[in-house]
């Protein structure tokens, strides 16, 4: 398809293959540390390798698998699929904050709070806290820090009401 993005997945895999293949990346030296030639008939004559053919290949599977998992593991705790919405849950204060994001995503992807009056939402979410952003929407609940390796700054979930008082955009927000 013209136009589209190829998936992640396919980029790292690219990469890891080239990584693998490049010889820079496994370099063989001398005994003064500098890097041989090893085109040349000189290198194969009196140099012996100091891997095996069969070594590196190995290696370089291993690092391939290896670099695969820690892809994985890191894209499943950024992007871990959501949780339903649960008010005992969301208004329990020892509740973790990557929780309330979870079911926050719940509510924004499948569109349950869209059509709600400002009263309806308040009994299922509690009043919003007094807060100086966005203040371009109408309800504003704080989150938590935002998802990532590194979360400088925070998600919230943001409502606009329309002229009849009722929800016509419920969307996650970052500060």
Wanted: with cysteine.
């Amino acid at each position: 398809m013209m136009g589209e993005k190829p998936p992640l997945i396919y980029i790292f895999w690219s990469c890891a293959w080239f990584v693998a293949k490049s010889e820079r990346f496994w370099p063989v030296l001398d005994l003064t540390g500098k890097r041989v030639n090893q085109d040349s008939a000189q290198f194969h004559r009196k140099m012996p390798s100091r891997y095996t053919n069969r070594m590196r290949k190995i290696l370089r599977v291993v690092f391939a698998l290896t670099a695969v998992s820690l892809f994985a593991v890191g894209s499943w705790f950024v992007f871990r699929p959501g949780r339903r919405f649960d008010p005992s849950l969301w208004g329990n204060s020892q509740t973790p904050a990557s929780v309330r994001l979870r079911m926050a995503d719940d509510l924004v992807d499948n569109k349950k709070l869209v059509g709600l009056t400002r009263q309806e939402v308040v009994a299922r979410l509690g009043e919003p806290p007094k807060t100086e952003y966005f203040k371009e929407f109408d309800l504003v609940y704080y989150l938590g820090p935002e998802r990532g390796f590194m979360s400088i700054d925070s998600e919230w979930l943001v409502l606009k009401l329309g002229p009849d008082g009722r929800v016509v955009k419920a969307t996650i927000a970052r500060d």
